[in-house]
Structure formats: structure tokens, C-alpha cells
């Protein structure tokens, strides 16, 4: 399960659809970026817009929960969804960048009975050297099909690549000057 389809959640997307995950859930608040997760393997996806997330969650594992989830937003309250709706020994990763000082909190009780973990991740907790090759062969295959998140804008149309971002109509802008 992916909590915000970003460039890096999509990343997390793709990364478990093509390590053959059975289950990949895309969760995000725009119907561009849930469409595209669905075009790039996510097998479910929940508008935490427009659906109550973890009855969505519930439904799609069956109440067993999630084995991992990954948080791109470094929001707070996602966070906590996201380990609400962790199953026995699931495992919540935070990719995204929060401010300095931000704080979540977690229910201690029934996630003794879990046993689930916590894990920051910091540039994708990998060996370069080894892992972009990987990439690069995956993306060969097609499996890993990074170019179709990315868009470029020239210098002067940075404001409209800040605005596509915002909106969901882009999900990597990238300004070429």
C-alpha cells in the first residue's frame, strides 16, 4: 500500500508491482494520480478525498490489514492512518520529508498486539551502485516505467509546473533551463 502517489510513492507503486506483489494499493486524493497507479500496477486504489480509508483498507484485505505501507506525505495524520492500518507484524515506512520538529502520534495498545514496525527511509536506503542498475534494467523490461511520471518545463514555466504538481496533473516536474 502506497499513502500518496508522488513521484516517490509511485516509485514504492512499481517497485511492488513488479516484485509481483499480489495486493498494491494506491492511496492519494486526485483521480489522475489514482488512475495512473492503476495503469502502473496497483491492483486497488482509495480516494482518501472522497472514502473513509480505512474502511476502504478493511474491505480490500479482508480485515487482516496491510503488511506495508509507505508514506510519501509526511503528513501527521496519514501516518497514523497508515499504521492503523498495518496487519500483524506489518511495517510502515516514512519516505516523505517532514518539517523539523513534526510530531505523530501512534496507539500503543492494540499495536503491542501487531507487533508492527517503524522505519524512516533516506534516499531509498540503497546501494546506488547496485540499485539503479536494477532500475534501469527494470525499466528496460518495462516494468519500471519512471518516464511516464515525469514532465519537463522550461524556466519560464515554473509557476505552471508548481500548479500542475499541485493539482495532480503532473507528478515529477522538472525545469530545464
Do not use: N
Amino acid at each position: 500500500m502506497v499513502f500518496g502517489t508522488g513521484a516517490v510513492g509511485f516509485g514504492a507503486l512499481m517497485a511492488a508491482a513488479a516484485s509481483s506483489c499480489r495486493t498494491v494499493i494506491g492511496v492519494d486524493v486526485h483521480d489522475g494520480r489514482l488512475e495512473l497507479a492503476r495503469e502502473l500496477g496497483a491492483t486497488h486504489t482509495v480516494d482518501s478525498a472522497t472514502q473513509d480509508v480505512k474502511a476502504e483498507l478493511t474491505a480490500i484485505t479482508g480485515g487482516r490489514g496491510v503488511d506495508f505501507a509507505v508514506d510519501t506525505t509526511a503528513a501527521p495524520e496519514v501516518l497514523r492512518s497508515a499504521a492503523d492500518a498495518l496487519g500483524t507484524r506489518g511495517m510502515l515506512v516514512a519516505v516523505g520529508v517532514a518539517a523539523p520538529g513534526t510530531e505523530v502520534t501512534f496507539e500503543i495498545g492494540t499495536s503491542l498486539m501487531k507487533g508492527w514496525t517503524f522505519k524512516t527511509v533516506i534516499e531509498g536506503s540503497a546501494v546506488p551502485q547496485l540499485f539503479i542498475p536494477q532500475l534501469v534494467e527494470l525499466w528496460r523490461r518495462g516494468r519500471f516505467p519512471f518516464d511516464r511520471l515525469v514532465r519537463t518545463y522550461p524556466l519560464e514555466q515554473i509557476e505552471q509546473a508548481f500548479a500542475d504538481s499541485a493539482s495532480g496533473a503532473v507528478i515529477k516536474p522538472v525545469i530545464v533551463f
